[in-house]
């Protein structure tokens, strides 16, 4: 056990540190929930993760994304997103994927066993597609729902995805994926608190977001860390 571990095996000790370091995490979406995810678990000692995100960071996803600097702008999230875990924890292994997942790729990406998932992904078609298969493939995984328009943190919950209410994007996901099958049996990260419309804006284009919605700092964050917990606690209970 490295120093910077010690405070993490006071709380779980030596087995569950040496599991977390012997499991293989696959984390989809870079933006200001993944981001948090990926730092939340290199800190807690995961051996080796596979990040995925085709984007590049931008200026507007400095309010909330951890990556997101003026000295990163244009930069490839994957390849920050690497080089600060390997910053924190230098035995890390991090796979990197830069593609736009949608398809067939989903499918085959999903085929691979690993021992937890997370799903940060934050446009709709790719979003179902994912969760089918991480579904059908039995992979154990976890899903990120609508952190947008939201202010208050204590109305985040955990909660089986059946069981998911006052989330736009959880009702979507549940009308689409009902006629795919898959009703539940996954754990969620939601909000209950209901989105002002006013901080909500139409749009085209942008990886076929239809719409953009106001972020404030600390919910992604909380939702990532959320999603981060689901999944350590799974690994190690």
């Not at 984007?55 to 920050?80: M, P, V, Y």
Request: positive net charge.
């Amino acid at each position: 056990m490295n120093d910077w571990q010690k405070r993490t095996e006071l709380l779980l000790g030596k087995e569950k540190l040496k599991k977390l370091k012997e499991s293989k995490v696959l984390i989809a979406g870079l933006g200001g929930v993944g981001g948090y995810t990926v730092e939340q678990l290199v800190r807690a000692g995961i051996g080796e993760l596979t990040i995925i995100d085709s984007d590049t960071i931008q200026e507007s996803n400095i309010n909330r994304q951890i990556i997101a600097l003026n000295s990163t702008i244009g930069k490839k999230k994957t390849t920050i997103i690497k080089q600060r875990a390997e910053d924190i924890n230098p035995e890390i292994k991090i796979n990197i994927i830069n593609d736009y997942l949608i398809g067939e790729n989903i499918e085959n990406l999903l085929k691979e066993k690993y021992d937890f998932v997370v799903d940060a992904i934050d446009t709709l078609t790719p979003k179902i597609e994912f969760i089918y298969h991480a579904y059908h493939q039995k992979q154990s995984f976890v899903s990120s729902m609508g952190s947008g328009g939201k202010t208050d943190p204590t109305q985040i919950r955990i909660a089986d995805f059946k069981k998911t209410y006052n989330c736009r994007l959880a009702f979507i996901l549940r009308k689409k994926l009902r006629k795919m099958g898959v009703t539940g049996g996954f754990q969620t990260v939601f909000s209950t608190e209901m989105t002002d419309k006013s901080s909500v804006i139409e749009t085209t284009g942008e990886n076929n977001k239809k719409s953009i919605i106001g972020t404030i700092s600390y919910i992604p964050a909380i939702f990532g860390c959320f999603c981060a917990s689901v999944v350590i606690n799974g690994l190690t209970q």
